[in-house]
């Protein structure tokens, strides 16, 4: 999950994702070790995390006639999280909002759906906090946008799959 973010978030500021200068803006956040480094206060920055939304999750078997085979889909909902500080944060948040939908050659979109991900229509707008530092306020903007993966698994060989559950009367006589 977070390579293919990555590569969309590198989409969406038009840099190179095997650069320096994309390795040095977007940062995965909480890595070890910590606490982690906090940038200057005149360089722009972009965290990122992702993680699974546990109640959003549907998981549905099927069973191809064709081949014989049983199929087990699943589909999850993850939360791309970005938190943005620096003189930009703001535009760096609405940037990612504005282009992460957009479609077509290595654009963000079809990075995403060629993974098997497909994000939520219209995030909601970036939040602006302050954070404090050394006396002074930290301006910062977070935004976050849901993704639906999907994923599956073909199982190679027939398996015995359970089609119709056996009726068993059972019948206790005479008390």
């Known amino acids: 999950?977070?390579?293919t973010g990555f590569r969309a978030l590198c989409a969406c500021f038009?840099?190179?994702p095997d650069g320096e200068a994309a390795a040095a803006f977007l940062i995965p956040a909480y890595q070890e070790p910590e606490p982690a480094m906090r940038p200057s206060r005149s360089r722009d920055v972009v965290y990122y995390y992702a993680v699974p939304e546990d109640e959003r999750q549907t998981q549905y078997q099927t069973f191809s006639e064709a081949s014989g085979y049983p199929v087990v889909s699943s589909v999850?909902?993850?939360?791309?999280?970005?938190i943005c500080y620096g003189p930009n944060c703001e535009n760096n948040a609405q940037a990612v909002r504005s282009f992460f939908l957009l479609d077509g050659n290595?654009?963000?979109?079809?990075?995403l759906r060629e993974a098997g991900m497909?994000?939520?229509m219209d995030p909601a707008p970036p939040m602006i906090l302050y954070e404090e530092e050394n006396s002074l306020w930290r301006k910062r903007a977070d935004?976050?946008?849901f993704l639906y993966c999907q994923m599956e698994k073909k199982y190679p060989k027939?398996?015995?799959?359970?089609?119709?559950v056996p009726a068993v009367v059972m019948y206790k006589s005479g008390e």
């Open 14 to 16: 038009d840099l190179d």
């Open 143 to 145: 935004l976050t946008v």
């Open 118 to 120: 497909f994000p939520v």
């Open 1 to 3: 999950m977070n390579d």
């Open 158 to 164: 027939k398996q015995g799959m359970i089609r119709a």
């Open 106 to 111: 290595n654009m963000p979109r079809r990075i």
């Open 76 to 82: 999850l909902c993850y939360k791309l999280v970005l």
